[in-house]
Every structure is written in C-alpha cells, then in structure tokens.
C-alpha cells in the first residue's frame, strides 16, 4: 500500500526549503505561517518586492496558481509562485507581462551597468 503523504507537512517542508534556497542568494526570508497566518498572505515573506506563493507538488497547476497569488497580491508587489517537484530544482513563475518587465529591466542593466549584476 503507498504512503500517505500529510500534504501540510509538505507545504511547510517546502517553505523551510525555499526560504533555505533564498538564503543561498543573500535573500532574507521567512515563513509567514509562523508570522501572519492569514489566508492572503504570501507564503514566504522576503526582502525581496515580491509576493510569493510556495508550491511542492509533482503536478502543476500553473494558470490557477498564477490567479490565486495575483488575487492575493495587493499590487505592491510582483506575484510569483516558485514550484518544485520531487528531486527537482526550484522554478519560478511569473504572470507574462511581469516576466517581459524583468527581462527587460534585466537587459537594460546588462547593457548600462553590466557591474551590478555581478555583484548579485
């Protein structure tokens, strides 16, 4: 019979995880479960102007994660859902029209201060 996986259990393993992942690249975060509690809040609270939403699932649901953590946000933030599958790497996914900003953003710094992205 196959193990029953306690999906909470997983949800905050994937939290602790992603914060540690964060970590990895000087970003400060922490598990707002521990913190806020509310249904609306992200599930990792950073420096960075993001609103994230933590997924650790096999399967993805990309299009209704996207609407949820865009609901969520309250447009001081950029939505992003940051997803892992098992023995996999993190991924993270933004609403189209963020993901063009960035990359342009990313390439305007690359072209005019190309210094500051080596310093990240």
Partial sequence: MPRRINSRAKGKNGELSLVAFLKEF???SHRTAQHKGAPEAADVDSTLLAHIECKRTQVG???EW???VAEENDGS???VVFWRRNHGYWAGIFLGSQAVKLL???TYIK???PDILESL
């Fill in 26 to 28: 000087g970003v400060e």
């Fill in 104 to 106: 342009k953003l990313y």
């Fill in 61 to 63: 649901h990309v299009h």
């Fill in 66 to 68: 996207l609407a949820k």
């Fill in 111 to 113: 072209n005019t201060h």
């Fill in 77 to 79: 933030k950029i939505p």
